[in-house]
């Protein structure tokens, strides 16, 4: 059942207990469980400003989920999906910390990205209220960051960073789990038409952001190339995700899209 501001009481507590438990037994300590001893490692075809540029997105992208949820624990009432989002706001300024901290070693905090600090300010103010700010996070945002974190454990043989991606991924597999059965709930409770719309609004906030960041990448040839088909793969990931909590496309979608 939806309250008026648009999330729902949860009828799952059990499951939310339970990610609860996961999260308080899962919290670690930036400062004592990473081992800030090893220095930073860069392979050569990167610079160390690139990768400061790169790396610095990630923070920004946690403090601005960081902040999301901070906003979102006023609409939630006392209860097990309530200690969830506590935890995962804990979670984010921990792992903001833990960048920090590496991008510290390669010179500090580098500005955010036009296209992130687009795509951030649009999330927060979509259709469906905070349902919309949080389908927008959980899927599209939080999923970028963990398939840029994915790609940067490939791509950098950094000992460091590949502990702080590992302890990170492990907190963000929960709060997919967490949005996945919450945003399941809550949508349920809106018309067809209005989750399609919701659907289109996403998929356009992604379709601009990508659009925007192929506009600015600069150079061309295999950069290019890379960075093309890393975004068309997006797509097709998060649309298996909003599929999964119950977003389609409406019956318009071929000729709006
Ligand atoms: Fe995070
Ligand atoms: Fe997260």
């Known amino acids: 059942m939806a309250d008026a501001r648009g999330l ?6 059990d499951r939310f207990t339970c990610l ?4 308080r037994a899962g919290q670690w300590s930036a400062a004592r469980d990473i081992d800030w001893r090893r220095p ?13 540029a790169t790396i610095s997105q990630l923070y920004h992208g946690e ?26 706001t804990r979670d984010e300024l921990r792992h903001a910390e833990a960048f920090k901290r590496y991008l510290e070693s390669l010179g500090g905090v580098a500005e955010m990205d036009d296209n992130l600090a687009w ?6 103010s979509g259709p469906a209220g905070p349902l919309g700010a949080m389908v927008a996070f959980h899927v599209v945002v939080e999923g970028e960051v963990l398939r840029v974190q994915d790609s940067l454990t490939r791509l950098l043989p950094c000992p460091l960073l590949r502990q702080i991606n590992r302890r990170v991924a492990r907190d963000e597999a929960r709060h997919v789990a967490f949005g996945r ?19 289109g609004w996403v998929y356009d906030l992604w379709r601009q952001t990508t659009k925007l960041a192929l506009a600015e990448s600069v150079g061309s040839g295999t950069a290019r190339r890379i960075l093309r088909s890393w975004l068309s793969g997006g797509w097709r990931h998060h649309e298996a995700a909003l599929h999964q909590i119950g977003l389609a496309p409406g019956p318009d979608w071929g000729r709006a899209a």
């Open 40 to 52: 930073p490692r860069l392979p050569l075809w990167i610079t160390r400003d690139q990768a400061r």
């Open 181 to 199: 059965i919450y945003l399941t709930e809550a949508l349920a409770n809106l018309s067809t038409e209005a989750r399609s719309r919701l659907y």
């Open 63 to 88: 403090v601005a989920t960081s902040r999301l949820c901070q906003t979102l624990l006023r609409e939630f009432e006392p209860g097990p999906a309530r200690q969830c989002l506590e935890f995962q």
């Open 8 to 13: 729902p009481s949860q009828t799952q507590p």
């Open 20 to 23: 609860a438990a996961k999260a």
């Open 119 to 124: 795509a951030l300010d649009s999330a927060g």
